[in-house]
Structure formats: C-alpha cells, structure tokens
C-alpha cells in the first residue's frame, strides 16, 4: 500500500489511512469498504466474515481520538481466524483471535510459524491461521477504534453481504474519510 499512495502513508498514524486502504483494494478488483463496529456486535460480525473464509482488516492501537470518538488505528492487522473457548492439555483456558501482522514480532521478522504452538501435551505444534494470536480480552482492549474493511473477492459479493447483514445506510463525508461507515446489524 505505501508504495500507491505516496505521501498519504503514515507511519505514526498506522500507515495508509483506513479510507484508502478500502479504497485500493476495491480499485484492484477486491470488494471492502472502511466501516466502524461502534454501534454492534462487532464480534458476531467478524466472526461471521472469518467463517465466510473472508480477512478482515482490522485498526489495532489507537492512534487519533476526537473527544470519545476514536477515529482510526495506529497499526492495521489482517484478521483471519479465532478458537471458541477452549482448555488446553495443562488446564488453561483460552479464547482466541489470530492475526497477520507484518510487524510481528518486529518489523522484518515476519513467519507464519510465529504461531504455531504446542497445546494438547503431545510434543508437536499445532498449526494455526496467521502469525500472531492474541487472547479476546487483549483482542478486545486492542481493538478500541471498531475500524474494520471486510476483503471480499468481488464487490459484487461485498454489496451483497453488507446488504443482508445490515440496515440501510448512507455514511456521511466524515464517516467515509474519518470514523468508518455506520454499520449496525438488522434485526430479525
């Protein structure tokens, strides 16, 4: 992304702005948008997108609040996985969300095997999605800005998810270049 956008990367304020990330994947034939969490379940809804076997960008660390509105990360991860509640072979208990990030656990030591871990006794470790796991309460206290754009194949099946997991609505300028869209699940 740095290298399309220029000078519009960054690095303090989480390198490409959430709006253009969305933007440039969807100019390279991805579907997305830069959406916001804030007034659902933000859990249920990336759940279901990792369970379509869709990634999701994702704003950790936040880096800019307006009031009590935080408006973006200071570092985007790719999410793309999580465990339901689990107890591994020593009694402890775990709930977690793996991730890809690019930065972990430094810049330039990135390996997928950063994840793998040992966790029923056996000697061997197990493989898991991503590079790095994060247990849901660090997850959760990480993931304050609610920022989030879903990487779908196609717009097309982008338009079609949004349309039936959410209400009808129509951001405004500053949802789509600040805070992320509105996105608040339909009730059934």
Request: glycine share 8%; proline share 4%.
């Amino acid at each position: 992304f740095k290298k399309r956008v220029g000078p519009l990367f960054q690095a303090r304020f989480g390198g490409t702005f959430p709006f253009l990330k969305s933007y440039l994947l969807r100019k390279y034939g991805y579907g997305s948008h830069f959406g916001n969490l804030r007034s659902t379940d933000g859990e249920f809804v990336l759940r279901q997108l990792i369970d379509m076997h869709i990634p999701v960008l994702v704003d950790i660390y936040t880096a800019a609040q307006i009031g009590m509105t935080r408006i973006y990360g200071q570092h985007s991860v790719v999410l793309v996985g999580y465990s339901d509640r689990y107890t591994d072979a020593w009694g402890n208990i775990h709930e977690e969300y793996y991730l890809i990030d690019s930065e972990w656990p430094r810049l330039g030591a990135f390996s997928v095997a950063q994840n793998n871990v040992d966790r029923d006794g056996d000697g061997i470790a197990e493989d898991y999605p991503g590079n790095r796991t994060l247990s849901r309460a660090q997850f959760l206290k990480l993931f304050t800005t609610r920022c989030y754009s879903p990487i779908f194949p196609s717009q097309a099946l982008h338009d079609q998810w949004y349309c039936n997991t959410f209400t009808q609505h129509v951001p405004s300028i500053w949802e789509i270049l600040v805070t992320g869209s509105n996105d608040c699940i339909k009730l059934t």
